[in-house]
C-alpha cells in the first residue's frame, strides 16, 4: 500500500501526522492513591461515601467515582450525620477539618498525598522555630488552603510572583523559612526564590522547592517534546494546577500553541488543521484512558504514527490508610 493515499471515514485524504507521547504522563502515586482510596472504601464499607472537595482535579475521575456511590461536597457541613465514611481530597486539609469532623463523630479518611503532609509538616517545623513562613504558590488553590490552615492565621504569608518576592516585608529576615506549592511551574519557582534569597540570605528551606518529582518530571518529560510540535495537548482539567503549568511550559520551550483538553470530545479541530507534529502529555489526575481517546480521536482524521518520548521512569507507590489494607468484608 506504500505511496496510496490513506483516507479518513469521510471519503478524505488523511494527511501524515507524528504524535510525540511524552512519558512520564498522567497519574502520580498520590492520584493513584487517593482514587484507591474512595474505591476501596466503597467496597469495604458500601454506598454512600462523602468525599470533601473533588479527590483529585479531573472531572471524568469524579464522575465515574460518583456513578460508584460517592458524594462530592465542598464542605463537612453538607454532610448529614452518618456512620458513613468521608474521605478528604488529595490536595489536603487546614487543621480546621478533622478537627470539626472528630467534633462530629465522623468516620474519617485522609486521602493528602504524603508529599503533601511532608510539606505541612516542614511549615509546623519552622513555626515551633519561631520563623516567619512565606508560601510560594496560587490563592485559593485547595493545597494553599491547606497549608496554609496548618498554623494560626497570620502565621503564612502568600508569594505568589517575583513582584510579590520583592515587596515583601518581613517581620525579622533573620527569622525566616519558605515553603511552596507542590504543583507550581519548576522554572517560576527558582526564579521566585532567587528573589528571596538575594533579598534574605539568611532564609531556610528546602534544598530547592517542594515541588513534587510527578510536577518535575512531567514538566521535563513535555520541554523535551515541546520545539519539535507545531501543538501540545495536555489532557486535564482546568482546575488541575500541574496540568494548567504543563501548557505553559510546553509554549515556553517553543511549542506555537498548546491547550488543555479534557476529552476527545472537546477538541477543536480548527486548532489542527495543516499540522505535521502533536505533542500529547497529561497532567498527574488525568487517566490513561482519556490519552488513549484523543489518539484514536486523530487517527479517525490523520496518518498518525505515535513516538513514546521517555525522559524518567517512576515506580514509587504510597501506602494506604490503615483501616483500608486489609480485605473488603465478604
Ligand atoms: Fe502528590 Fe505530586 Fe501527585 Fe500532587 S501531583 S498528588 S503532590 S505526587
Request: glycine share 6%; hydrophobic share 40%; proline share 7%.
Amino acid at each position: 500500500m506504500t505511496g496510496m493515499p490513506i483516507f479518513n471515514g469521510h471519503g478524505a485524504e488523511r494527511p501524515p501526522l507524528t504524535i510525540y507521547l511524552a512519558a512520564p504522563r498522567g497519574f502520580c502515586a498520590g492520584v493513584d492513591r487517593a482514587i484507591q482510596i474512595v474505591e476501596l472504601a466503597l467496597a469495604k464499607f458500601g454506598a454512600p461515601v462523602y468525599v470533601r472537595h473533588e479527590i483529585v482535579h479531573n472531572r471524568y475521575v469524579v464522575e465515574g467515582l460518583t456513578a460508584k456511590g460517592a458524594i462530592f461536597v465542598e464542605e463537612l457541613d453538607e454532610i448529614p450525620d452518618t456512620g458513613a465514611p468521608v474521605i478528604f481530597s488529595a490536595h489536603g486539609v487546614p487543621k480546621a477539618v478533622p478537627a470539626a469532623a472528630s467534633l462530629r463523630r465522623m468516620f474519617y479518611l485522609d486521602a493528602t498525598c504524603p508529599l503533601v503532609s511532608k510539606v505541612h509538616v516542614e511549615a509546623e517545623r519552622h513555626y515551633e522555630q519561631g520563623r516567619e513562613i512565606l508560601l510560594i504558590g496560587h490563592a485559593g488553590h485547595p493545597e494553599v488552603v491547606g497549608t496554609t490552615g496548618q498554623l494560626p492565621e497570620g502565621s503564612v504569608h502568600l508569594i505568589e510572583t517575583a513582584e510579590d518576592a520583592a515587596r515583601f516585608s518581613p517581620r525579622n529576615p533573620e527569622r525566616l523559612a519558605y515553603i511552596t506549592q507542590t504543583t507550581l511551574s519548576v522554572d517560576d519557582t527558582k526564579d521566585i526564590v532567587t528573589v528571596l534569597r538575594q533579598r534574605f540570605p539568611a532564609m531556610v528551606g528546602p534544598h530547592k522547592d517542594d515541588i513534587c518529582y510527578a510536577t518535575t518530571n512531567r514538566q521535563d518529560a513535555v520541554k523535551k517534546i515541546a520545539p519539535a510540535c507545531e501543538r501540545v495537548i495536555v489532557v486535564g482539567s482546568p482546575n488541575s494546577s500541574n496540568s494548567l503549568r504543563l501548557v505553559e511550559v510546553a509554549e515556553r520551550a517553543g511549542c506555537p500553541r498548546a491547550m488543555l483538553v479534557g476529552r476527545a470530545s472537546d477538541i477543536d479541530w480548527n486548532a489542527f488543521t495543516n499540522i505535521r507534529s502533536l505533542g500529547i502529555t497529561a497532567g498527574a489526575s488525568a487517566p490513561e484512558i482519556l490519552v488513549d481517546e484523543i489518539i484514536d480521536a486523530f487517527k479517525v482524521r490523520f496518518d498518525a504514527k505515535v513516538e513514546i518520548v521517555t525522559t524518567a521512569s517512576e515506580d514509587i507507590a504510597f501506602k494506604l490508610p490503615r483501616e483500608l489494607r486489609e480485605a473488603p468484608a465478604a
